[in-house]
């Protein structure tokens, strides 16, 4: 079974850290994704990437950043986390070819005070 | 670009009763539409795709879903609802012209009651 995971399930921060959202898929899938999901507003794209250092905005790029320097891994960075960043964060993998499901990880609940 | 819209974020059923879940995309090249699942705590689980194949798809759990392109509707049914069928649905839809990065509803939320 494809297996993405993600190292946290729950994480505080305080406002204005650095925070590393780190996510591993073990099924050497090509895109990888990062989506946050708020109550109302469902899952939004934040950055994705289809190949080793390469990325791409998604729908909401502001204030985040992305590094994908093995093919395996995706991490999510926040450079100054502020509490509008609140939110359950999820990462996903698929082998970037269309109609091909994406498999997710459990989520990280990030709250940042 | 492509989107879905989910009409209704909170549906009812009662135990045994059919489910709708309705999911209207709009996309302008030939879309694959997905439904995913999630349950409290977790991550999403996929339910059932459609690929160009068969408009009449066919996932897990007993649910399945019709593609029609005059209506641009994938509406996501399943005849009789079981409690553990509560859960948060989404839509999605994907694109060659997006990466196929998928684009997801707002979901909708599905209680059944006893």
């Known amino acids: 079974d494809v297996k993405v995971t993600q190292s946290s399930r729950y994480l505080v921060k305080r406002t204005g850290e650095k925070v590393f959202l780190e996510c591993v898929q073990d099924?050497?899938?090509?895109?990888m994704f990062w989506y946050r999901q708020d109550p109302g507003l469902g899952l939004r794209l934040i950055y994705f990437?289809?190949?080793?250092?390469?990325?791409e905005k998604g729908d909401i790029p502001e204030g985040y950043s992305v590094s994908r320097e093995k093919k395996e891994r995706f991490s999510l960075i926040l450079e100054s986390a502020s509490t509008n960043q609140t939110s359950m964060y999820l990462c996903?993998?698929?082998?970037?070819?269309?109609?091909?499901?994406?498999?997710f990880g459990q989520g990280t609940r990030l709250t940042v005070v | 670009a492509q989107s879905v819209t989910q009409l209704g974020s909170h549906v009812s059923v009662s135990e045994g009763a059919l489910v709708l879940l309705r999911c209207n995309y709009s996309s302008s090249v030939p879309p694959y539409l997905f439904w995913y699942v999630q349950y409290p705590n977790q991550g999403l689980q996929l339910l059932l795709k459609?690929?160009?194949?068969?408009?009449l798809v066919k996932g897990i759990n007993g649910f399945e879903a019709e593609f029609k392109k005059s209506e641009t509707s994938f509406h996501l049914t399943k005849p009789s609802a079981h409690m553990s069928d509560a859960a948060e649905y989404f839509c999605?839809?994907?694109?060659?012209?997006?990466?196929?990065?998928?684009?997801f509803g707002k979901g909708t939320s599905l209680l059944v009651t006893p």
């Open positions: 459609y690929t160009s194949a068969a408009t």
């Open positions: 996903a993998s698929d082998p970037a070819r269309g109609g091909t499901e994406a498999f």
């Open positions: 990437s289809y190949d080793v250092k390469m990325k």
């Open positions: 099924m050497d899938h090509e895109n």
């Open positions: 999605a839809v994907s694109a060659s012209n997006s990466g196929y990065a998928l684009n």
